[in-house]
């Protein structure tokens, strides 16, 4: 987290790193007065914000297409699961994921049209509950950009999975970039 941020200030980003610091600042300040819950909240959820878009922007670009391992003892699928991975707390398809969602409509259409089984996944920062729905926001994310490809809606089946299948175990409440991902299953 911090070595994003340091990373962040140097030229990358640095309004996003001012950003963070100011709400960082301000988290502490108001944390310290402790009379204004809604203002602590505003200042920490503000900092993380700041941070999220720190750790998207200075993350190593991810490959276009990553096969993700099929479990142990399903069948074989006609083709290995794709994956697209997420920033922190976000559902926002960056260019590069575009790509790879264009690159797995090619390969459905090119194998006659197949269906395409679409699971968002969370990492273990934050609520269950919410993580659930944010695996749901991110494959329904990829569902639209599949759409606007051509792909038909029957042919499209959606899941979220929440933090319940990580692909980096982890304790709760850690950040773990390759756990924020949806996998595209062509069938």
Known sequence: MLGALAAAAADKLPQDAAKAQGQFDCWIEQQEENHQPAHIAACREGFYGALGRIEAGVAPEPAALVP???PAGEPELVAEPLMVRFA?????????????VRQAF????????AKL??????DRAGPQDYNLKLS?????????????????PDDIVLSGQGETQPAVVT???????ANRRVEIVIQ
């Open 68 to 70: 993700a391992a099929a």
């Open 88 to 100: 922190f707390d976000s559902a926002v398809l960056l260019p590069q994921t575009l790509d790879a």
């Open 106 to 113: 090619a390969r459905a259409e090119a194998g006659g049209g």
């Open 117 to 122: 089984a679409v699971t968002g996944h969370a």
């Open 136 to 152: 749901l926001r991110r494959a329904e994310a990829i569902k639209d950009a599949l759409l606007s490809l051509g792909a038909r």
């Open 171 to 177: 304790p709760d409440n850690v950040r773990e970039p």
